[in-house]
């Protein structure tokens, strides 16, 4: 075996970094340095420019020659961007990070050593923190992702919109639903065998359909609180307009997806009964443009349903029998028995 074969038998396996990019160049200015300043020895980084009108090319090209440069004439949403973008990239593993997150130094090696351990390991997230308030778990994945019987999804130190303070009370390496799509690293392979994300959802909850596919594939998810991230985040953005109308309709697009129809045939009915009630609050308390969006979320739901436009999962196994599950009810008892703590929750 000559010197350059054994060297590469040294060498860790290769990640690659992914920052999917539209129109961020003020995330990637205060940023893009703390990626750079990743501590492990056989990485990329990789900006994936999503059809960008601001300065992210240039700023880039002038600053940044290292990191390698792919892009697309058009913006196709988070889930369409990757798919395109991680074809083009080969790795060991894809880390898919968001543009608005300051890594730490030592955020990689953590995350590989857990995928490392077992080929069934298929997907792992840091612990994430508010960049705004570090003291804070942030919206967006927190210490892991679970789902409740309904299709809820919450996570380890956020329930809703309320965020925990991070104690080292979720500070252990465990399997989990699902690993947010701010700061995940999966299996190159994993993602390319069950087809990427469904570019269909363009943005927001595609990460939770992939997780789940992922565990009905027979991979495991792991969140590994001993890498840290420190993310901006949109869960303290106002709910209007496009976001509101993708969160219900992709929720009950994955629902429709993956649930077995023994399941489906009365979990869809009573989701679609709680989504009214959201809906009518929110115009009862003068958010008129919330009420709009689910209803609207509705109608693109019944008129996939009709055209037949929703790819089934073949799979069979039930909600319950997965991973970072809590078989109860979220809602239930997060509004009536007024419990906003995921350990008081899960017992």
Known sequence: MDLHSQKQNRLKPF?????????????????????????????????????????????????????????????EGFAGGYNWALKKINA??????????EVTPNWISPMVEVLEKDKLNAACQPKLLSQKEPTLFEYAGAAGGWIDGLGYPFSRGRVFDVCEKDEKQYDTVESIFWASGAAMMIRSHVFHELG??????FAHQEEIDLCWRIQLAGYQIYCCPTAVVYHVGAGTLPRGGRKVFLNFRNNLMMLCKNLPLTELIWKLPFRLGLDAISAWKGLLSGDGYFFTDIVKAHFALFGRL??????RSKATQSLKSLNGVYTGSLVFQYFVKKKQYFKKIVC
Do not use: H, R, W
């Open 306 to 311: 009709v055209t037949g436009n929703i790819a």
């Open 92 to 101: 060991d593993y894809y880390v898919l990070l968001n543009s608005d997150v």
């Open 15 to 75: 990640v690659s970094i992914v920052i999917l990019n539209y129109n961020g160049v003020k995330y990637l200015q205060q940023f893009l340095p703390s990626v750079m300043a990743t501590q492990y020895e056989n990485f990329e980084v990789v900006v994936a420019d999503n059809g960008s009108n601001d300065d992210s090319i240039s700023f880039l090209q002038n600053n940044y020659p290292a990191v390698k440069l792919i892009t697309s004439t058009t913006n």
């Open 196 to 201: 990427g994300f469904d570019a269909s959802f």
